[in-house]
């Protein structure tokens, strides 16, 4: 009996002389906790305001907003292609820039037959240097330039490693997706500069956001890409210009992500998320486009990015 007394005497002394130490524990848990809840409600609210909130206010025609026409490039893509559609659907004419006329001239008809707009396809071959610029600049002349589009060019890529992928390849997927795309916004930027007015969309993907394996180069020109639209939109959007990143996951029969799949909640049609992306601009210069897609953005953040390589590194393995 003297044994258990003596340790509950010694246990309230310790309690006694370790209670600050607790108290000042249960006040940083406090504070975390409450900037974990302002973080999250912050999150929410802006969720609501990015995705939700346009969808359902109605806000002036994008054509009095921007300007009459956009230039695409990237048109064979899926996304952009569905992209070009709902400007179209909303009486934006288009300048389709591409190196392959067959593979955007049967949009470009489409295009014009069910919307009543405009359409141009402007054949321009990036490997000739400046001379790619010149019919650029003749289809643009003149012009109420409202819209660049930029999409990232997936078209032939597969899972595999750096040393796996011929010189030519890796050049040409390197020109098409970092050199062309800076310099189609350098020959859009002084129309819409000096109309005050214009919007830059640089459709990306979320692969911009962590490694992949197998993915080198997707996500080195993906990452470049997010953040040449982060910082022309500082360097422009006192101008009167507005610059978006968009960072699109998974899309439906797309060829965007490494694994296909069927139209889902959170794997949408191309037609479904150029209707939820399109609602974004103006509002947010840096979104997944898609409010799903932003809850998955959300959730991959949470993962430090050690458990994320471990785990890929375990996938690789394991296939």
């Avoid at 930027?189 to 830059?200: F, H, I, N, S, Y």
């Amino acid at each position: 009996m003297a044994a258990v007394d003596s340790f509950q005497l010694l246990y309230r002394e310790i309690s006694r002389s370790c209670s600050f130490y607790f108290e000042t524990l249960a006040l940083v848990g406090a504070l975390y906790t409450a900037s974990r809840a302002v973080i999250l409600l912050r999150d929410c609210c802006t969720l609501v305001r990015v995705h939700f909130l346009p969808r359902m206010i109605p806000s002036k025609r994008l054509s009095q907003r921007f300007g009459d026409w956009a230039v695409i490039y990237g048109g064979s893509d899926p996304v952009a292609r569905a992209y070009a559609e709902e400007l179209a659907r909303h009486g934006i004419s288009i300048i389709f820039v591409t190196q392959d006329h067959t593979s955007v001239r049967d949009t470009a008809a489409s295009l014009s037959q069910s919307y009543g707009v405009e359409t141009v396809v402007v054949l321009a071959d990036f490997s000739l240097d400046q001379a790619a610029s010149k019919p650029i600049k003749e289809a643009m002349r003149g012009k109420d330039i409202g819209f660049l589009v930029n999409c990232v060019d997936e078209s032939g890529v597969s899972p595999r490693s750096l040393i796996e992928i011929p010189e030519q390849a890796l050049l040409d997927s390197v020109n098409k997706n970092v050199a062309v795309a800076t310099v189609m916004a350098r020959l859009v930027l002084p129309g819409m500069v000096e109309r005050c007015r214009g919007a830059v969309v640089n459709i990306s993907s979320g692969a911009c956001c962590r490694p992949l394996p197998g993915r080198v180069t997707l996500t080195a020109s993906t990452g470049y890409l997010d953040h040449f639209s982060r910082a022309l939109h500082l360097e422009y959007s006192g101008k009167g210009i507005f610059v978006q990143s968009l960072i699109p996951f998974q899309i439906a029969s797309s060829g965007r992500q490494p694994f296909s799949s069927r139209p889902s909640w959170f794997a949408p049609k191309p037609e479904v998320y150029a209707r939820h992306a399109i609602s974004t601009l103006g509002v947010s210069n840096r979104t997944t486009g898609y409010w799903p897609h932003t809850l998955q953005y959300g959730l991959m953040r949470c993962i430090p990015e050690w458990i994320w390589v471990l785990g890929a590194r375990v996938l690789v393995s394991s296939s």
